[in-house]
Structures are given as C-alpha cells and as structure tokens.
C-alpha cells in the first residue's frame, strides 16, 4: 500500500489524525488529509467548550464541518470527547449540586452523542480521569468532587443509550508504561467495569511521547487491556522530534495485539501540531513526508 489509511486496513485498521475545522480550507492540508488517513478525530470542536458554551444552548458548526468532511470523503469518525475536566465552561466549573451536575453531564452527553448517532466509530466517553503521579486514583475535577467516583459509570451508560453502535472509550495520556500507577488504576477502572457490565469497548491511549518513543512496556499494556475484553487504540500519537525508531515501535506495539484496532496522530504536519516546537509529527511544515512517515509506512 502506498497510503497510511490503505497499508493500516490491510491487517483491518484504521490509520487516523486530528482535524482542525479551520485548516479544511488548507488545500495542502487537506491533500494530506483525503490521501492519507481513514479515520477523522475533531481536534477540540467536538469538546464540551465547544459545543455547549452555555447551559442548553449547542453550537455545532465546526464540529459538523468535520463530520461533513469525514463523511463527504468516506472517513470513520473518532469522537472527542463527552466529558473532561478541560476545555469545560466555567458554568459547568460552578456547579455544586449533584442533581444539578447529573443532569447537565447527562443532557450533554445525550445531545452530542445523539447528533452524531451512528456516525462516531468510538467515543472518548471520559478524558483523563485519572490523576498523574503514584496514587491511581481519580483526579480532582468539579465531576469527581461533586458526583464522586461513580461518574464516569454514569457517563458510559448514558453515552450507550445515546449512541448504542458507537464504541465506547477511555482515554488517557501516560498510561503506556505498565509500571506507571496510573495505568495500573485505568485497569483495574476496566476490569470493575467488565465484570459488572458497565457499557466499555475501548480504551484509548493517548501516546504522547518524549524523543525517547514508547516506554519498552508499551505492548505488554496494549495486550493487558485487550486481554480484559475491550479494543485498544492509539488516539493521539505524536513523539518528540519524530524519530523513526519511535513511531515504528509504536506501531507494532499495536499491530501485535490483535484488538488494537486504530492509530491516529495528533495532527498532520509539524506546524498543525499542537507540540510544533518539537516537529512531533509525520509531515514537515511543506507537507513532505518525513523520515517518520517511511517508517511508519514501512511497519503497518
Ligand atoms: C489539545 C489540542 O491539540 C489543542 O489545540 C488545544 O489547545 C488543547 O487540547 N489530550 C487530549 C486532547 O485529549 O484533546 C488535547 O488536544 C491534547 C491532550
């Protein structure tokens, strides 16, 4: 295969990356785009900031010029994401009633779920839950705080009646390293969630990484999360300076785990990057292929 898209579904795959509304107007960008990739992830237009800017009152305009693109050029869609302690309005910072709370969480992951039903391939449920550091617990956030752990529970079921043929996801970054605590408190989120039926089909592994690439555990965490029953996907892969190496073993990490089923990066060209400084990506500032990207091909 000569594409990233064609030569990734060659094992059933995607090969994906993150879209900004407002390059679609790039034709270099979108060159790449339409050539290269099978799989569309909104890079912030599908987030809470963007889509519910005030209480009730939805604003989908960028986010369906994505889905638009995506479908006009027979893209699968990444959905990103439901709910996250970033890129949040302050309105919902402020909230402090439970019931308050439960309901505006539920009545946007209903709207925005429902406006994309049967469109998203997977949803990322719930972002970076999870604190960073030695505790495996939770971190602080008004959802936490204000709802207690069970959340994100409440996030999946609902997010399951919303779209019921979307997969339904846990995202994260510095969760591939299988000694990290963090990864270790995702599992075992997985694992309680399995085995008392709570609606998960995915977890996803940010895989931002330092020039050093994957930390060497990296596949061993692929094929423990699969081994729990659920897909694995690599959702916002970029490394520092794109070395070969790296992304090479990125990829086969995943290709070696039968339910690994997709990666994406984190956007097309260095200069799209929201790392640009350490050109992180697969395509130079001209939109020529980079050192990473023959790699990259040469792996899938
Ligand atoms: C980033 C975007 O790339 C930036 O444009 C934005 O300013 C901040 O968010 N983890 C995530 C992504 O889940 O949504 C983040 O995207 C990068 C880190």
Redesign the pocket.
Known sequence: ATTLGAAAAQSGRYFGT?V?AGRLGDSQYTTILNREFNSITA??EM?WDATEPSRNTFTFGSADRIANHARGQNKQLRG??LV?H??LPDWVKAIRDANTLRSVMNNHINVVAGRYRGQIHSW?VV??AFADGNSGQLRSSVFRDVLGTGFIEEAFRTARTADPAAKLCY?D?NIEDWNAAKTQGVYNLVRDFKSRGVPIDCVGL?A?FGSGGPPSTFQTTVANLAALGVDVQI??LDIAQAPSSGYANSVRACLNVPRCTGITT??IRDSD??RSSENPLLFDRSGNKKAAYESVLATL
């Open positions: 993150a900004a890079e912030n987030k990103h994401t996250w970033q890129q990322d972002n970076e995202n970054y940010q931002h959702t916002e984190w956007g990057s929201w």
